[in-house]
């Protein structure tokens, strides 16, 4: 466990990269965490972005300066087009003002424009690739927000769907993403269901682990 002085505050030096990854991999949803699960061999920093993140970002404004960005290990269960996918996330940022002026951007009207044209890119690349076979079809995109044991969550939903080829509707794919923020990390909780969505008994699991540790460990400031 990350202790308080393993962790750099606002009256300190600026946190470093290993401080980083290891408040990340504290925080993140761990074997054991979902019980029925299957679990994914390891967690891992997000690759370097491609082009189409690249443009999100320039969208949003600027380039990330985040110093790391991990995800949890994956959660699995079920197969095919009933399977169920949960995992974490957690940002550092260099302090907990860009932290909060980051998620805060994202979320705004503004951000929620660069997010559908963003899906709306991915959507064109990925069935220009796949000729016509399962192609992304309709989405709708929904946000809310609520106060969780002193922490603002915000949740975006995003109701996919995937296309037969006479473009009748084959499944739907429900993705939900929670997120708030504690000192310099943004903590997210990501829950993808094929068919149908995954439980809300799930996700709030999922999401009560993840607010207990932020409220356990002191975050970076």
Do not use: M
């Given at each position: 466990m990350v202790s308080s002085a393993g962790v750099a505050s606002a009256s300190s030096s600026p946190i470093s990269r290993a401080q980083a990854l290891a408040y990340a991999r504290t925080v993140n949803l761990q074997p054991g965490d979902l019980p029925g699960f299957t679990v994914s061999a390891s967690e891992e920093e997000a690759p370097p972005?491609?082009?189409?993140?690249?443009?999100?970002?320039?969208?949003?404004?600027?380039e990330r300066s985040q110093i790391a960005h991990v995800s949890s290990r994956e959660f699995s269960a079920g197969r095919a087009l009933e399977?169920?996918?949960?995992?974490?996330?957690?940002?550092?940022?260099?302090?907990?003002?860009?932290?909060?002026?980051?998620?805060?951007?994202?979320?705004?009207?503004?951000?929620?424009?660069?997010?559908?044209?963003?899906?709306?890119a991915v959507r064109t690349e990925v069935n220009r690739a796949r000729k016509g076979h399962a192609a992304f079809g309709p989405f709708v995109v929904t946000t809310a927000h609520e106060q969780r044991h002193g922490f603002s969550v915000l949740?975006?939903?995003?109701?996919?769907t995937r296309l037969l080829r006479?473009?009748?509707?084959?499944?739907?794919?429900?993705?939900?993403?929670?997120?708030?923020?504690?000192?310099?990390a943004a903590i997210e909780l990501e829950a993808t269901g094929f068919g149908h969505s995954v439980s809300e008994a799930t996700e709030q699991q999922a999401l009560q682990v993840?607010?207990?540790?932020?409220?356990?460990?002191?975050?970076p400031a």
């Open positions: 972005p491609g082009p189409l993140v690249i443009r999100y970002d320039r969208c949003l404004g600027g399977s169920k996918i949960v995992w974490s996330n957690v940002t550092l940022w260099p302090t907990a003002a860009t932290s909060a002026r980051e998620t805060e951007r994202l979320h705004s009207s503004g951000g929620l424009l660069c997010l559908r044209q963003y899906l709306h949740l975006t939903r995003i109701d996919e006479t473009g009748a509707v084959l499944a739907h794919v429900y993705r939900d993403k929670y997120e708030f923020v504690s000192g310099a993840l607010l207990a540790r932020a409220r356990r460990v002191p975050a």
